[in-house]
């Protein structure tokens, strides 16, 4: 929540915590784009806890605390409406065990205050959280008169003597600390607070007011981050570097996963140059419109078979259609923003295949085929739209919506017994990820990301279609420069390790030309 906590009775700026932005990088945080994929890992490869000494456990859980801060400094530099939601997800074990648990202890707390003489040890308890947290939202050297008011009204020894002399009020407590609430909290929960008041048991009523100071620590921790955002934003690079050095020193083999990322993109480039004869020291410059266009380093990337500025690339599109088990380490930060990317690559071109299979086979006997084209793919895309898979199950979805809307524009001539059925094979075949009309649309598809990501974010973006492919040029616009940005910060933070990894693969897969002339390496020379 955005709004600004409210002042003070005393006037004193009630501001954030400093600490608020030490515990942002709770698992709990969340961000615009969640990952849709929760079975698949998002960093190194897994280690078997089991057998780890207490020293290496006590690295992993370093290691695990820097990506985690990394990750943290790379939302909020990159999303503006990122927010902290300390709330778990429905249904999931951990909210689960937290109802649970706080179940646990406000039964506790009913049967003890239904006791004969009632038992308060629970109660002392829970209005000393309610005394902490109060305090926690006032800064150190300001809300002086609020924080001697709460210090005064919720002393526990002092409510202990209330208590043994038979004096003491639960109820009167409870409306000072809805009072305070009430003055310390974002104008956004006034009609929260208004409704405590309503309540007239203790038990339910003090649970009400624990869920609302824990929303309110949430406001203020998003109202500090917001706050400290261009601060964050002007750090944020060197941060994330810094965090992710500090993470590779913890794992047993650094850059491991983004090492056979790049080496499998470059074996397929040279296998894929093989096969067509292509290969040669200038098979690709790098993007025209870059610094490295210069004639220095376009002689220097003559010495390389493929060159870097290709193979990463390269390496970034294959994230598209990625199916080759976790993400690079690199990619942590954007995995979520990747499987959103290959999500949407996936609708276009599954949605394109099935146009293109259908007007194939049927397009020149529709009655009206330009305004029935449009409208169909319409219907294609409602049908495959935010899907992650393709299967069997959602081209059938796709054919029975599909199937009556063919069969009113089919010309008279054409409407024979068999035109629909073995129209029906051909879409129900496209579940298939190797089917070749997905093959090459994927291929058109990237081709276009790549045209674009040649010309740089500051450039329009090309599109290579097929000819139907206008009613996608939208589409692959958005895609594309949704593309564009990830990888070029992506590239700002690691490009120092791509770099390395890239003059390793040099050397192991002989990337390198071997001339007379090759003196220097391209790599120093054209940005990746």
């Not at 074990?93 to 039964?107: G, N, P, S, V, Y």
């Not at 020894?157 to 407590?173: N, P, S, V």
Request: include cysteine; charge should be negative.
């Amino acid at each position: 929540m955005d709004q600004q906590p409210k002042k003070s009775a005393d006037d004193d700026s009630v501001d954030p915590p400093a600490d608020a932005v030490r515990s942002a990088h709770s698992p709990s945080a969340s961000t615009s784009s969640p990952s849709r994929s929760p079975n698949r890992s998002t960093a190194s490869s897994p280690r078997k806890i089991g057998q780890q000494t207490p020293a290496q456990l006590e690295q992993l859980m370093t290691g695990a605390d820097r990506l985690e801060r990394m990750i943290l400094a790379h939302e909020l530099a990159v999303n503006q409406d990122f927010t902290v939601d300390g709330t778990p997800h429905e249904g999931s074990l951990e909210a689960k065990i937290r109802e649970t648990m706080h179940q646990a202890f406000w039964d506790v707390l009913q049967a003890s205050l239904s006791q004969t003489p009632p038992d308060h040890t629970q109660a002392l308890i829970l209005l000393g959280e309610v005394k902490q947290t109060l305090l926690s939202f006032l800064p150190d050297g300001q809300g002086m008169q609020m924080r001697e008011i709460i210090n005064r009204n919720l002393d526990v020894e002092h409510i202990k003597e209330q208590i043994a002399h038979d004096a003491f009020d639960f109820r009167e407590k409870a409306h000072f600390i809805i009072s305070i609430m009430g003055r310390l909290c974002a104008p956004a929960r006034d009609e929260e607070i208004k409704q405590l008041s309503t309540i007239e048991e203790i038990v339910p009523l003090f649970r009400a007011v624990f869920r609302i100071l824990e929303e309110m620590k949430l406001d203020m921790l998003n109202f500090t981050l917001k706050q400290a955002r261009p601060i964050i934003n002007m750090h944020s690079i060197e941060y994330e570097q810094q965090m992710f050095d500090e993470f590779l020193a913890t794992e047993p083999e650094p850059l491991h996963l983004t090492k056979e990322w790049l080496r499998s993109t470059a074996i397929s480039l040279l296998e894929s140059a093989d096969s067509e004869g292509t290969r040669n020291p200038c098979a690709s410059p790098p993007p025209s419109g870059s610094s490295s266009s210069s004639s220095s380093s376009s002689s220097s990337s003559s010495s390389w078979k493929i060159s870097p500025t290709r193979l990463l690339r390269h390496a970034f599109l294959d994230l598209l259609d990625w199916n080759s088990g976790p993400y690079p380490e690199t990619l942590v930060a954007d995995i979520s923003r990747f499987l959103e990317l290959q999500i949407y690559s996936e609708t276009v071109v599954l949605s394109a295949a099935t146009l293109l299979v259908i007007w194939n086979a049927i397009g020149s006997r529709i009655t009206d085929a330009a305004a029935f084209k449009g409208d169909l793919l319409e219907l294609i895309r409602a049908c495959v739209e935010n899907r992650e898979q393709a299967n069997q199950e959602l081209m059938a979805s796709v054919w029975v919506f599909v199937e009556p809307e063919i069969e009113k524009h089919l010309s008279a001539d054409a409407k024979s017994p068999a035109v629909l059925p073995g129209l029906r094979i051909l879409v129900l075949d496209l579940y298939r990820r190797e089917h070749p009309v997905r093959q090459l649309l994927m291929k058109r598809l990237k081709e276009s990301v790549e045209a674009a990501v040649a010309a740089g974010p500051a450039s329009p973006v090309q599109t290579i279609s097929p000819a139907f492919m206008p009613h996608f040029q939208g589409s692959i616009r958005a895609l594309s420069e949704d593309f564009v940005k990830i990888i070029s910060r992506n590239q700002t933070v690691f490009g120092r390790y791509y770099t390395r990894l890239i003059t390793e693969l040099a050397e192991e897969l002989d990337l390198r030309v071997h001339t007379a002339s090759a003196q220097s390496s391209p790599l120093k020379q054209a940005p990746l």
